[in-house]
């Protein structure tokens, strides 16, 4: 007796996960996932069902197209197991990168600087991919400098800064992106002025008569800042005789004589 016995073929599982912008996978962002499974004719039974398994409950549908979002960044593994009308599976499994939004924070070496002096800049933290970094700082609510920086995270050259009065402070801002998302962090930078240093003598020099030699002349000096307290720290005096200049730390008035040789 010949009995005839038709041996089925599995279906040859496959799917695609859909971009949910440019090449990233997004986080809290849905993505479609497409089943591309093919059977194999004559013999191969038509598709029936697909259980799909992003890592929690597997999911059993009758549709070929389903949609999960990932609460969570990460590489995530998905399975797909498709069924034909008699029976027969095949199982396969994927990998993709689920991106978080971007996240950057920074801070300054030095968060007081003097005039023009330029800031020193140091990136604390970078959380996800990043393409895009836009540099800007604000001066009493408008934005005085912008700098747009592609895929580093180099600060730029920042301009000079300047208070012409008093202590300043100017708002340095940071806004990150990729094609998920975008997210901006900001810090303040306190700009000292400079200081403004005069000075009398006495007797008064260049004098009428000129000055006999020996004679003691009081220097009395004046350092400041236009608006602040005396904030000088020290001081450089070069009396222009050839003589090594003073250092004065904390300058107070009046500074020690000078004998004119």
């Given amino acids: 007796t010949i009995i005839n016995v038709i041996v ?26 497409t089943d591309l499974s093919t059977v194999i004719n004559p013999f191969g039974g038509s598709l029936d069902t697909w259980e799909w398994d992003f890592g929690s409950v597997p999911n059993i549908t009758t549709s070929n197209t389903i949609n999960n979002t990932y609460n969570i960044p990460g590489n ?3 399975n797909m197991t498709v069924t034909d009308i008699y029976d027969c599976s095949d199982t396969i499994s994927k990998n993709i990168i689920v991106t978080d939004t971007p996240y950057v924070s920074f801070s300054f070496i030095n968060d007081t600087i003097c005039c023009n002096d330029p800031p ?12 895009t970094f836009i540099w800007s700082i604000d001066s009493q609510g ?6 747009i920086v592609i895929g580093s995270s180099t600060p730029p050259i920042f ?23 975008t997210s ?9 002025p400079a200081p403004i240093v005069g000075f009398t003598t006495s007797p008064i020099v ?9 004679t003691s ?37 009046p500074l020690p004589l000078w004998d004119i040789q």
């Avoid at 089925?8 to 971009?19: E, G, Q």
């Avoid at 901006?184 to 000292?192: A, D, F």
Wanted: aromatic letters at 12%.
């Fill in 159 to 181: 301009p000079q800064l300047c208070a012409d009065s008093s202590y300043f402070n100017y708002i340095v801002n940071l806004t990150v992106s990729n094609c998920c998302a």
């Fill in 206 to 214: 260049p004098h009428p008569g000129g000055v006999v030699t020996g």
């Fill in 8 to 33: 089925r073929p599995n279906p040859i599982a496959n799917f695609s996960a859909t971009l949910t912008c440019d090449t990233l996978y997004c986080v809290n962002t849905p993505i479609t996932f």
């Fill in 142 to 147: 408008t934005t005085i400098w912008e700098s």
């Fill in 76 to 78: 995530k593994t998905i």
């Fill in 217 to 253: 002349i009081d220097f009395y000096f004046d350092p400041y800042v236009v608006g602040g307290d005396l904030i000088t720290d020290y001081m450089i005096i070069d009396y222009g005789d050839g003589s090594p200049p003073d250092i004065i730390n904390n300058p107070s008035m």
């Fill in 184 to 192: 901006s962090y900001t810090n303040t930078l306190i700009v000292r």
């Fill in 120 to 131: 020193m800049i140091f990136i604390d933290s970078i959380y996800s991919v990043i393409d």
